[in-house]
Every structure is written in structure tokens, then in C-alpha cells.
């Protein structure tokens, strides 16, 4: 696996939603669990969506009900769907397999969402 490669962020306004998305391998939809992770400025780096290898989702607390983990194997492609936003969001977005593997970490798309 190579680093991985995130799209789709952007500026929303409050109560917005944008799509993300991850480029992932079938081989490492099958060897790894994967989530989605952000960094807000002056934070540290904190998962917010996982998805087993068996499609298991969990999330973080805050993002419960707003965000939603996916993944299209047949287009090597993970998603997240947000919706609901708020400046709270606003972070770097980076999807990496979970527990993270620091090889992997890619330059990640930013989402600022405006008051």
C-alpha cells in the first residue's frame, strides 16, 4: 500500500454536507479495517470513522448521525458522507487503515465549513 490519496473537501456554509473520498486498493480493502481521521488546527489527529474489513461501522460521538463510512470495493474507493456541518468540522481529513500506519498517511483534504 502506498500512501493513501483523499478528495472532495472544500468550503461549505453551516448545515452543508460535503462527500469524501479515499483511494483504496481491493488488497487493502481485504487486509485492513480503514477509517477516516482529522486534524483541526492546534489539535491532534483523531479518528472519526471506522469500517471493518466486514463492514462494521463505528464513529466518533460528535459525528454520530452526521457522518456516514462507506466504500465502493468495485471502485477501490472509500467515502465519507457528511452532512450537517458545522465550524466544528472545519480539519484536515486523511483516511488511513485503522489502528493508523504511518507510511500511509497521505497530505489529505481540507473541509472548512463558514459560520
Known amino acids: 500500500q502506498a500512501q493513501f490519496v483523499e478528495s472532495g473537501g472544500g468550503l461549505v456554509q453551516t448545515g452543508g454536507s460535503l462527500r469524501l473520498s479515499c483511494g483504496v486498493s481491493e488488497r487493502t480493502f481485504s487486509r485492513y479495517d480503514m477509517g477516516w481521521y482529522r486534524q483541526a488546527p492546534g489539535e491532534q489527529r483523531e479518528w472519526v470513522a471506522r469500517?471493518?474489513?466486514?463492514?462494521?461501522?463505528t464513529y466518533k460521538d460528535h459525528v454520530k448521525g452526521r457522518f456516514t463510512i462507506a466504500r465502493d470495493i468495485a471502485k477501490n474507493t472509500m467515502y465519507l458522507e457528511m452532512s450537517s456541518l458545522t465550524p466544528e468540522d472545519t480539519a484536515v481529513y486523511y483516511c488511513n487503515t485503522y489502528l493508523p500506519n504511518r507510511a500511509f498517511w497521505g497530505q489529505g483534504t481540507q473541509v472548512t465549513v463558514s459560520s
Open positions: 469500517m471493518t474489513r466486514n463492514s462494521i461501522k
